[in-house]
């Protein structure tokens, strides 16, 4: 009843941009935090960027001055800006959103369904 839809991963040359967008559809009452989550082949998934209701913003460290995650609350989107992008940051890019379902109340945390981003060298 929820689903979390992300677009624009792709492959992208060291020191250009991109930027991904996850919106959230379905039986929502209200959104609290968005974020999102990465996972290199090999590697623990990790956190990116997380953004709070109220704005409040969490980056990792690598991404930190490079990476701007932002949201629209009345599109249920969030958008994570990737600018000066590196090889390292070469992954599959998750969308996170904690979701407070309509009418019943219940509080879940969904996935989105993870879109690809590569950086070449």
């Known amino acids: 009843q929820v689903q979390l839809a992300e677009f624009w991963g792709g492959l992208v040359q060291a020191g250009g941009s991109l930027r991904l967008s996850c919106a959230a559809s379905g039986s929502i009452f209200s959104i609290n935090d968005m974020g999102w989550y990465r996972q290199a082949p090999g590697k623990q998934r990790e956190l990116v960027a997380r953004i709070s209701s109220g704005g409040d913003t969490t980056y990792v460290d690598s991404v930190k001055g490079r990476f701007a995650i932002s949201r629209d609350n009345a599109k249920n989107t969030v958008y994570l800006q990737m600018n000066s992008l590196k090889p390292e940051d070469t992954a599959v890019y998750y969308c996170?959103?904690?979701?407070?379902?309509?009418?019943?109340?219940?509080?879940?945390?969904?996935w989105g369904q993870g879109t690809q981003v590569t950086v070449s060298s």
């Open positions: 996170n959103v904690q979701v407070v379902r309509f009418r019943s109340g219940f509080f879940t945390t969904e």
